[in-house]
């Protein structure tokens, strides 16, 4: 493979979570953390699942992942059952899970590494691309306790899109990140969606965030874990996080997420 | 300019410590409060040094000593880092060899000794086996600790770029317990150090003659220029190791992982 083709935005995966259901046995007894959840996830979809802690939204991303198994049912990538992590779905993570031992250039290489058809000067450059994408050059060589939290989840977000993945999974990416650091981050994701045309699953309990990125926005409640709801989030982009319309569809779903009763973790 | 300025006067203010440790020391020996037998002038112990190297008793002693510290702490830690990974990653091996290695790495290494005599008659096996002792136990603690205070979060990352269990462990799990690993190294070194010392001390080798023999020759013949002298070589080659061999690892953990100072 050349690198003009490794660099070629790559198609995106149709997911299928077809009734799924997953238990966590814990000190005070079973939680149903998936009760029997269906979802179709379209090639380039851009969806958010959103509920209260409990409810999930975390465990179904991991499914996705392959990370964890399904004690039933079945999630299928373009017909294909998920049974391992893989390339072709990459996870950020809440923490930026980047390691110190190896500098931002590094990190990003670190799934090229294990990609085969690359030599070690097109993986760097793979890596530079991405790097730039994420708007880090400067920083290519600078060691990660160096960067603030907004470019460490940068760099977590070049690493995950250095392999070229057909799905981008991200776990509450932002929660850790300030106001500002997070609004520029929800232009970046944006652009970067549209230009690498890649399926996006969000999770995040933060209603506006999840109206802000998701073509649809999918509402869990807890105990057991179900999908309750959705809702088409039809605005144009780049969208503003502080635009009235916005604020506007946050308010009705977090209206229907505090009919679940479990509100109480739901931030608007 | 400034950095070099500072660099220089902490230089400054180390010699004129050790300075003064040895004008101490002089004043002492002239005053007569013990006598000179007990306690040479700085002068013949640097006398004793220069005619020492001169001969080439102390370099090859020194070599000698150098030789089987090397050997045994390398070997110490070429076992020692796979044996904590193990004990880290399988209950089983953390049942059996991490409980044996808490235990022996109480043990002071010098205990070998008499064993190892009779295993392995005066050879260089035997100072070989002592230092390894004293040295893989610390090694294999250190890494098992490193290991399981890796977040678990780093081996979930490197599954979902697609990395297999021995990949993980050999270029996620081991560079994420570096800082443990290099700090149990130190440790292992100063036993390793220890332990040969006292087994040279203890056990006249005929297939070489290292310091620490020098420094008990140096006791039967009541020279204590000799005995001085020696501990001041010993004293020096540990400083020099801990400088050669840890400070570039220690150098880059701290501009890596951004902790403390260089």
């Given amino acids: 493979m050349t690198l003009v083709e490794e660099l070629q935005p790559i198609t995106p995966s149709k997911l299928v979570v077809d009734h799924v259901s997953k238990e966590f046995r814990t000190g005070r007894g079973v939680v149903k953390a998936l009760d029997d959840v269906s979802l179709n996830i379209a090639e380039a979809e851009f969806v958010c699942l959103v509920g209260a802690s409990g409810c999930g939204k975390s465990t179904l991303l991991n499914i996705i992942a392959g990370l964890e198994q399904p004690d039933s049912g079945q999630i299928l990538a373009d017909g294909k059952p998920i049974s391992e992590p893989g390339r072709d779905r990459m996870v950020m993570f809440q923490e930026h899970a980047l390691f110190p031992w190896l500098d931002v250039t590094g990190n990003v290489m670190f799934g090229l590494k294990l990609k085969p058809n690359l030599n070690n000067a097109e993986r760097r450059d793979v890596a530079r691309f991405y790097i730039k994408l994420v708007g880090l050059e400067r920083f290519a060589s600078s060691n990660i306790h160096e960067l603030s939290g907004g470019m460490k989840q940068r760099v977590a977000l070049a690493r995950a899109l250095a392999p070229n993945p057909r799905v981008l999974l991200m776990d509450e990416p932002f929660a850790a990140l300030d106001a500002l650091t997070r609004e520029q981050l929800y232009g970046d994701i944006q652009t970067i969606w549209q230009a690498r045309k890649k399926t996006i699953v969000f999770v995040t309990h933060n209603v506006r965030e999840a109206a802000c990125l998701g073509n649809r926005v999918v509402l869990f409640s807890p105990h057991p874990g179900r999908i309750r709801e959705e809702f088409k989030i039809e605005l144009d982009r780049p969208r503003d996080i502080n635009s009235v319309e916005l604020a506007e569809y946050s308010t009705e779903i977090t209206r229907a997420l505090k009919g679940y009763g479990t509100g109480e973790e739901v931030a608007e | ?262």
């Fill in chain 2, 1 to 262: 300019m400034n950095n070099f300025l500072v660099a220089f006067r902490r230089a400054l203010t180390c010699v004129a410590f050790f300075a003064a440790l040895i004008l101490l020391w002089h004043w002492l020996v002239q005053r007569g409060t013990w006598s000179s037998i007990l306690l040479p002038d700085p002068s013949a112990v640097w006398d004793y040094l220069v005619g020492a190297v001169k001969d080439g008793t102390l370099l090859s002693a020194a070599a000698v000593t150098m030789r089987r510290l090397l050997i045994g702490y390398g070997i110490g830690i070429v076992l020692g880092i796979p044996m904590g990974l193990l004990t880290a990653r399988f209950r089983v091996f953390s049942d059996t060899i991490g409980v044996l290695a808490l235990g022996l790495q109480t043990l002071p290494s010098v205990c070998w000794v008499p064993l190892t005599l009779l295993w392995f008659g005066q050879t260089e096996s035997a100072m070989l086996f002592v230092v390894v002792m004293g040295s893989l136990w610390s090694m294999v603690i250190a890494t098992d600790n490193g290991v399981r205070n890796v977040p678990p979060i780093f081996s979930r990352a490197a599954r979902t770029m697609g990395a297999k269990p021995i990949y993980t462990l050999l270029f996620v799990m081991l560079p994420a317990s570096l800082p443990f690993i290099v700090s149990g190294m130190k440790q292992g070194w100063a036993f390793a150090w220890r332990s040969l010392m006292a087994a040279e001390i203890y056990v006249t080798i005929l297939t070489g003659f290292g310091l620490g023999q020098l420094l008990d020759n140096g006791r039967a013949l009541s020279a204590m220029d000799q005995v001085i002298g020696i501990m001041i070589v010993i004293i020096v080659i540990g400083l020099l190791a801990d400088k050669i061999l840890f400070s570039p690892w220690e150098r880059f953990l701290h501009r890596r992982w951004g902790t403390g100072r260089a």
